[in-house]
């Protein structure tokens, strides 16, 4: 097994509506900040908001700070925004190096934001995650190498999610590019990715997304497809992933997205008992919500009833 302190794990994003007495507690809002409050649990938390929209600079030093002053330990990933992965209408046209259009405009607010954390120290890899539709192509492997030579600045993670990137061509690409592939779990429908236990540079990657099948390509919002909770033995099967990837990078981030209602916060939670072997601190608002935390917590139990 890797030394488990170079292991780092989170979830993605913090603001869900649903977290809301859940995860934190009522009155958080009036008593900290969210980024502030996570970062005495967790020490990383991937930002999804700059996918969909670009880090205000100001912002970006304002959670650096915060996490920071609680969490010495703590780091920052980011989402590349998705003009960069994304083709504009995703949902009725599939993304390709033809449909995928950033400006030049887009590429300067990303780096401003991205920057804003960077400087601080605290911006451990930047994620740039590319749909299914998004195969392994002449045309699609050139566009690549274009997302990579813009970002290369950064610590990069590419997440592809069709099978086809699955071979042996692209990972001797990324590793001479010192790109990091990231591993997933995701549903395994049509031409998934499955699995992989991928080190393709000193920093390793993992993300979780769950397994609701029903959901998955077939649902009202993006909350109804991160529904699902890891159970125990789907855990113990990813934590002997994360061993053996552990092992051959110098530091492993692992990142819990099945976000709804707090389930990602569950889960990454359990992971870190499991990886350090060790009682975990857990939000006492999640812990009255999800009972199955109780034999792994080591929060008090009066602080439940505060």
């Not at 009725?92 to 401003?112: F, G, N, V």
């Amino acid at each position: 097994m890797g030394d488990s302190s170079s292991i780092k794990i989170g979830t993605a994003g913090w603001a869900y509506k649903d977290w809301d007495g859940v995860v934190y507690p009522p009155s958080l809002k009036k008593q900290k900040h969210p980024v502030e409050y996570l970062a005495e649990y967790f020490d990383l938390i991937e930002i999804n908001t700059s996918f969909y929209g670009h880090i205000k600079p100001e912002v970006g030093l304002l959670w650096a700070r915060k996490a920071r002053a609680v969490n010495p330990d703590f780091i920052f990933t980011a989402k590349l925004n998705k003009a960069f992965t994304h083709s504009p209408v995703a949902v009725i046209e599939s993304t390709s190096a033809e449909t995928i259009r950033p400006s030049q405009e887009d590429e300067r607010l990303a780096k401003e934001g991205l920057d804003s954390i960077a400087v601080e120290g605290l911006l451990g890899a930047l994620l740039a995650q590319f749909p299914i539709s998004f195969k392994n192509t002449n045309e699609n492997r050139d566009y690549l190498e274009n997302v990579i030579e813009r970002f290369k600045i950064y610590p990069l993670v590419v997440e592809v999610r069709h099978s086809s990137w699955n071979n042996e061509g692209t990972l001797r690409y990324f590793s001479q590019k010192n790109v990091t592939f990231c591993n997933i779990d995701q549903p395994m429908l049509g031409r998934a990715i499955g699995p992989t236990e991928h080190v393709t540079s000193p920093l390793a990657y993992v993300r979780l997304h769950g397994r609701n099948y029903d959901k998955w390509f077939d649902c009202d919002s993006r909350d109804d497809r991160y529904n699902y909770l890891y159970t125990e033995p789907e855990l113990r099967d990813w934590k002997k992933h994360i061993d053996s990837i552990s092992r051959r990078a110098k530091v492993t981030f692992v990142v819990t997205n099945n976000h709804f209602e707090g389930k990602a916060a569950v889960n990454a939670l359990e992971l870190k008992h499991m990886i350090t072997e060790q009682p975990v601190k857990v939000p006492p608002q999640l812990l009255k919500h999800y009972g199955e935390l109780k034999p792994i917590s080591q929060t008090p139990t009066e602080q439940l009833f505060q």
